[in-house]
Every structure is written in structure tokens, then in C-alpha cells.
């Protein structure tokens, strides 16, 4: 499939990644109700895409994501127009589609985080399955700060992240983080510098694109359902996930790896 770049997105494949630039940078790359469409239908598009194996969002210019912008919440307009019901459903069918889309796709999603991850910006790295951040990066969950709160389901993922005292912590008083204290609390799984984290995106894009897609999918949404679930809904979801998965040509060609130090084609999704 052809990916062609958006009023708000660069788009490029790389072998079987899909690499997503959120592209405002005049603005932070700050969300706006085009960017959120664009973003969504984006992920589901690659998601049924069978050449697509992974996915890595960044941001354009020096900042990863700034969340919403300020200046139209000023001035309330676009995401931030209309009385209070108009914005809860601006919000269930706006910025609410994106964590929703995160937990049913099946592609592994990197946030490549090269600089500030603000508000939605940080929620959006969250609901990311891995995340790298570049010596600049800093995070914020800052919507006390401005007198909301994290309508995009912030409250949700930090603190399954990093647990619920600190994401408690970082929510109220509205600190912002660098990379390394990122890091430390598990925010993060890698730090490392400006120059080093497209060529470490790549090493772990190159180390999920090897497996076998099949369970790399079905691994990834029984993390997610584990989220979210009981052990004993959570077990039987596992029994059939391993039922499927001890039957592909994958299973196979990969104990055949293990045994014989062969390259085996994986060349479906």
C-alpha cells in the first residue's frame, strides 16, 4: 500500500514500519480535530495492512506533541468551541477515538519522543507500546496547570505506566520531567541522545519486525486485554490466542530458527 503525506501528517515506510510525523511545528505539533482524523484513520488503515509490521510516531521540528493548543482553548475554537455538553461530545468523538483506536489495533506502536511531550502529548506516548526519548525530551502531564484534566484518558495509562503515586504526583502538581527522571520512574523504556534515538527506534523496530507477526499481534492484544480484565477472562483469552498461534506456519518456522540458526520468512502479517 501507497502512504501519501496529510495536511498534518508525513507519512514513510521504511521495510515493514510505518514511520508517522506529526507535522505542526509551527504550533508544537499541537493537536488540532484534523490531526486527531488523520492520526486515527491512519493507525487503522496500517493495521489491516499485511506489509506494515510496526508503527513509529514522532513529532516534526524540536517538539514531540504539545497536546492541545493553548491558543485555541483561549479563544475556543476548534477542539475547544461550544457550551459544555457541545465539548463532552466533542471530546467522545474527537480526541477519545485515539486511546480507543490504541487498544484495538494489532500493530506495535514506538513513540519516538524527540523533544516536549505535554499533556495529550505525553497520554498520547503512553498509549504507545514502547517509548524513546531523546536527551531534549521532557513530559508533562500539565492539565491542572491550565484548570482541566486529562479528558483525552490520561488518568488512565500513566498510571499503569508508572503506577499510582507517581502518576498522582505528576498529575496534581503538574511537574515537568526531563528524560532521565522519564526514565527512572519507568516512564520511559530507553534514554539516550538526540542523535542515537532514530538509530535505536530502528534497532527495536528490527528486533519486533524478526518475530513472527502473528504472535507479535496477538502478544500485543493480550497485554492490552490484561489492561483491563480478570485473570480467569484474561486465561481463557490466552488458551485460545495459544491455540491459534501453535498452529501457524510461524510456530514452526520459528522453532525451525531456534534448531537449525535459520532466516525464515515471515512475509505476512
Known amino acids: 500500500m501507497t502512504y501519501t503525506n496529510t495536511s498534518m501528517l508525513n507519512l514513510e515506510v521504511k521495510d515493514y514500519s510505518l514511520w508517522i510525523t506529526l507535522n505542526r511545528p509551527d504550533n508544537s505539533n499541537a493537536f488540532t480535530i484534523e490531526m486527531i482524523h488523520e492520526l486515527v484513520e491512519t ?42 455538553n457541545e465539548l463532552r461530545e466533542r471530546y467522545i468523538r474527537g480526541i477519545q477515538r485515539i486511546p480507543k483506536c490504541f487498544s484495538e489495533i494489532y500493530t506495535p506502536v ?5 523533544g516536549a511531550a505535554i499533556g495529550a502529548g505525553l497520554d498520547l506516548s503512553c498509549m ?8 531534549f525530551a521532557k513530559f508533562g502531564e500539565t492539565f491542572a496547570k491550565l484548570g482541566f484534566i486529562p479528558g483525552d484518558g490520561g488518568s488512565f495509562f500513566l498510571q499503569r505506566i508508572i503506577g499510582f503515586a ?16 522519564a526514565l527512572s520512574i519507568g516512564l520511559v523504556n530507553f534514554a539516550v541522545g538526540a542523535n542515537d534515538i532514530e ?55 520459528a522453532i525451525d530458527r531456534l534448531k537449525n540458526n535459520s532466516s525464515p520468512d515471515f512475509s505476512h502479517k
Not at 128 to 135: G, P, T, V
Not at 215 to 236: F, G, V
Request: some cysteine; overall charge negative.
Open 110 to 114: 514506538i513513540a519516538m519522543i524527540n
Open 199 to 253: 538509530s535505536k527506534t530502528q534497532e527495536i523496530l528490527n528486533k519486533i519486525n524478526s518475530n513472527p507477526p502473528i504472535a507479535i499481534q496477538m502478544s500485543k492484544r493480550a497485554i492490552w486485554h490484561a489492561y483491563r480484565s480478570d485473570l480467569n477472562s484474561h486465561l481463557d483469552l490466552l488458551a485460545a490466542y495459544q491455540g491459534i498461534t501453535q498452529r501457524t506456519s510461524d510456530h514452526f518456522l
Open 166 to 181: 507517581k502518576a498522582t504526583e505528576l498529575t496534581l502538581t503538574g511537574d515537568i520531567i526531563n528524560a532521565k527522571e
Open 43 to 84: 493507525l487503522y488503515i496500517a493495521d489491516a495492512d499485511s506489509e506494515i509490521r510496526s508503527i513509529v510516531i514522532t513529532g516534526a521540528g524540536k517538539n514531540f506533541c504539545a497536546g492541545g493548543d493553548v491558543n485555541d482553548m483561549l479563544n475556543k475554537v476548534g477542539m475547544f468551541a461550544g457550551e459544555p
Open 128 to 135: 504507545c507500546d514502547i517509548r524513546i526519548a531523546s536527551e
